[in-house]
């Protein structure tokens, strides 16, 4: 939800979009970013001053095609912010498939998920809600010692930041051709 009320909305084809559910109007408010087509608008997240921070998994794949990034490694996915006045800028580049992005709950950090590596990075932000360092926060998501899953969205809540959903085991080539697309 935006601060005016409205849901935002990130349509994989359309771009990043504002749904006002009083009217049912719903607003196209980016298809591009530095001339680059938005061709796989993921997830968002909002501060309370209305700036978002939402991913585009690929700039190769679009989402019909999704496997086909991870298997690639493309690498081309990235992090993006848009402040109040409109201005967009690519916070974090070369993300292996951007995926989920939360807000911390002291609204210090941004979290994004990076499906093709299962890791989680953290931008730090600073006083005034601008990106600051970008660290990995968590990182060979794994949960046993066979099979990894591919972490996909991540939400905070209660303090709590939770990896949602999990797309699917790995196969073992799969891990292998990672370093050989």
């Given at each position: 939800m935006a601060p005016d009320g409205r849901i935002l909305v990130c349509d994989a084809h359309r771009g990043l979009l504002a749904l006002d559910p009083a009217t049912g109007e719903l607003e196209t408010l980016l298809t591009e970013v530095d001339g680059d087509r938005l061709l796989f608008t993921n997830n968002a997240a909002v501060m309370?001053?209305?700036?978002?921070?939402?991913?585009?998994?690929s700039r190769v794949w679009p989402i019909e095609e999704w496997k086909n990034d991870l298997i690639e490694h493309t690498c081309t996915g990235r992090l993006l912010r848009r402040?109040?006045?409109g201005m967009v800028t690519t916070v974090v580049d070369r993300l292996c498939f951007a995926n989920g992005v939360a807000l911390?709950?002291?609204?210090?950090?941004?979290l994004v998920a990076e499906t093709g590596t299962r890791t989680i990075r953290r931008v730090a932000l600073g006083a005034d809600g601008s990106p600051r360092a970008t660290t990995t926060w968590a990182e060979d998501l794994a949960f046993d010692a066979t099979r990894w899953h591919l972490a996909t969205g991540v939400r905070e809540h209660d303090?709590?930041?939770?990896?949602?959903?999990?797309?699917?085991p790995a196969i073992a080539w799969s891990d292998a051709l990672v370093d050989h697309p």
């Amino acid at each position: 939800m935006a601060p005016d009320g409205r849901i935002l909305v990130c349509d994989a084809h359309r771009g990043l979009l504002a749904l006002d559910p009083a009217t049912g109007e719903l607003e196209t408010l980016l298809t591009e970013v530095d001339g680059d087509r938005l061709l796989f608008t993921n997830n968002a997240a909002v501060m309370p001053d209305g700036t978002i921070w939402f991913s585009d998994s690929s700039r190769v794949w679009p989402i019909e095609e999704w496997k086909n990034d991870l298997i690639e490694h493309t690498c081309t996915g990235r992090l993006l912010r848009r402040t109040p006045d409109g201005m967009v800028t690519t916070v974090v580049d070369r993300l292996c498939f951007a995926n989920g992005v939360a807000l911390t709950a002291e609204m210090d950090a941004v979290l994004v998920a990076e499906t093709g590596t299962r890791t989680i990075r953290r931008v730090a932000l600073g006083a005034d809600g601008s990106p600051r360092a970008t660290t990995t926060w968590a990182e060979d998501l794994a949960f046993d010692a066979t099979r990894w899953h591919l972490a996909t969205g991540v939400r905070e809540h209660d303090g709590r930041v939770w990896l949602g959903s999990l797309v699917e085991p790995a196969i073992a080539w799969s891990d292998a051709l990672v370093d050989h697309p």
